[in-house]
């Protein structure tokens, strides 16, 4: 974070004088530049552009280790897990006590199901860091899977006593605690995720999910149309509520109410166009609603017997006025 702070203010140090500099200011952005922009597109997702910005910084400094820490974390979660190693290597290589480069390795090394390794790296953290919540999280993290629960809630707790005021720490052990079979305890962490980061979708999303299995669907819905308030496009939101609103439409239709069956499967198309139980249910009731040739066919045999009766009733009162005129022309003669 000390680091993070570091660049920001470089980099507005580096504007405002750009911005007093007039002409003299023209020229190739500085590194500090890069780093900013590269630094802003890895927090907002902006993956592609955050690969090219880092390895457009490690081209001027290759020793970076801020955007050789952060280009390994993208690398990681791109799968390519021996190119992510070798950066978070080489970032600790420039600054043996980076503890995020320590933790990622650590991750790393969870994935590979070498706990010995995953231990050593959390625990070179702890050596730099004494307290440090995060490394006492993974820690918990390790425990749980090697199969010890206990000691992994305990680490667990410990973490979250250690730093009251980390999210992303909360989050995580949300996390940890539902995969443990622990749901009010997971329930509690991502309540004081939101509550330190109100807009934390992956939080609103899973939070949604737990009620959901409580069987608090409204809770869960809320949950959801917030998490899509803040990120329209957030697929997990859509899947969920979606699918919630179509097991609502099919207890509404089990329960013979098909206006209310009809109104939840438009919301749940609404909120994910891609659910095809929903289309099906959609398009199903259009055919049954609309009218069909042999149902037309009945009417108009209905109006053929009302249609012979008016011709025949104009042939006789043809017939009467010609047999008038006819009687008429006799009594002249």
């Known amino acids: 974070m000390e680091r993070m702070m570091r660049m920001l203010l470089t980099a507005m140090l580096v504007f405002g004088m750009a911005g007093m500099a007039g002409p003299f200011a023209a020229g190739a952005a500085s590194l500090e530049d890069e780093l900013f922009f590269a630094a802003d597109a890895y927090y907002r997702g902006l993956d592609a552009r955050a690969i090219g910005g880092f390895e457009d910084v490690l081209k001027k400094d290759p020793a970076n280790d801020y955007a050789l820490a952060r280009l390994g974390v993208l690398l ?8 992510a190693t070798q950066r978070f290597q080489n970032a600790l290589a420039v600054d043996p006590e980076n503890l995020f480069a320590l933790k990622w390795l650590g991750i790393l090394a969870l994935r590979r199901g070498d706990q010995d390794q995953a231990a050593r790296r959390f625990q070179a953290m702890l050596d730099a860091d004494p307290g440090n919540a995060q490394a ?26 250690a730093d009251a005021d980390d999210p992303g720490l909360h989050y995580l052990l949300s996390l940890a605690y539902a995969s443990l079979g622990l749901p009010e305890n997971a329930r509690l962490e ?33 949950s959801w149309r917030q998490a899509m308030t803040v990120e329209p496009g957030y697929v997990e939101a859509r899947f969920c509520l979606s699918r919630s609103l179509a097991d609502a439409a099919l207890a509404a239709q089990a329960e013979g109410n098909e206006a209310k069956a009809g109104r939840l499967w438009m919301l749940a198309l609404e909120a994910d166009p891609a659910n095809g ?23 108009d045999k209905a109006q ?25 022309a006799n009594n002249k003669k």
Request: charged fraction near 25%.
């Open 136 to 161: 006492t999280a993974w820690q918990g993290v390790a425990l749980m899977l090697e199969g010890d629960p206990v000691a992994a809630v305990e680490r667990f707790a410990a973490a979250s006593a």
């Open 277 to 299: 139980e929903a289309l099906a249910a959609q398009n199903a009731a259009s055919q049954e609603a609309r009218p069909t040739p042999d149902a037309q066919r009945p009417n």
């Open 76 to 83: 990681a979660e791109k799968g390519d897990l021996d190119a």
């Open 190 to 222: 991502l309540e004081t995720t939101l509550e330190l980061r109100p807009t934390d979708v992956p939080a609103l999303t899973r939070l949604g999910t737990l009620f959901y299995r409580q069987g608090q669907r409204d809770l869960a819905e809320a």
């Open 304 to 328: 053929a017997p009302r249609a012979a009766e008016a011709a025949s009733q104009k042939t006789r009162t043809d017939t009467g006025v010609s047999h008038s005129s006819e009687k008429t």
